[in-house]
């Protein structure tokens, strides 16, 4: 199981799937596609009052990643999971009895805003944010992650293929096993 997470515009998405084309059977799930699923009463996520819908859907995210696990795949699970969602993220993907990996993608601000800001619609159905604020807002919350800076992974001058390669190694070396 690896948890891969960071700011928006980290390259999460981009990456997990090639992670995932590492293993000779793997899922990669994409946890903001569980946000498409909200068809009344959506919150933004970044706002506060977001609190409930973001952790109904965090334990949705564990479960399928749990599933999956259990169905016999390896397992990238992506979003935006901050070691503030931790706790609840490995209660629920315990019950895979999965090894987990936590890698955070953590590029400069500069470069995150860059990415978010020019980028198309990744998930049908979400619009991409694009808003500087909450874009801000998020990365600072990645900043300061105590015992977890050494799973923190400065992908800003590297390309995808050189990120799965890092998260890769990472993975099989078990530098970042939670």
């Known amino acids: 199981m690896v948890v891969l997470t960071g700011p928006p515009g980290s390259g999460k998405s981009t990456t997990g799937p090639l992670v995932a084309e590492r293993f000779a059977r793997a899922a990669c799930l994409e946890a903001d596609w569980l946000f498409t699923t909200i068809a009344g009463g959506f919150v933004e996520p970044w706002l506060p ?43 629920g993907l315990e019950r895979s009895a999965a090894e987990v990996h936590y890698v955070v993608l953590r590029p400069s601000v500069e470069v995150v805003l860059e990415r978010a800001t020019s980028r198309l619609e990744k998930t049908p159905g979400i619009a991409p944010l694009r808003e500087v604020g909450p874009l801000r807002q998020l990365w600072e919350q990645f900043q300061d992650l105590g015992a977890l800076e050494s799973h923190v992974i400065d992908n800003g001058a590297l390309d995808a293929d050189e990120t799965a390669g890092l998260v890769w190694r990472c993975v099989t070396e078990g530098t970042h096993r939670l």
């Open 49 to 91: 009052a977001a609190d409930d819908q973001n952790h109904t859907l965090l334990r949705a995210a564990a479960a399928a990643a749990g599933a999956l696990s259990r169905g016999g795949y390896a397992v990238v699970l992506e979003g935006v999971f901050g070691p503030w969602n931790l706790p609840l993220l490995i209660d």
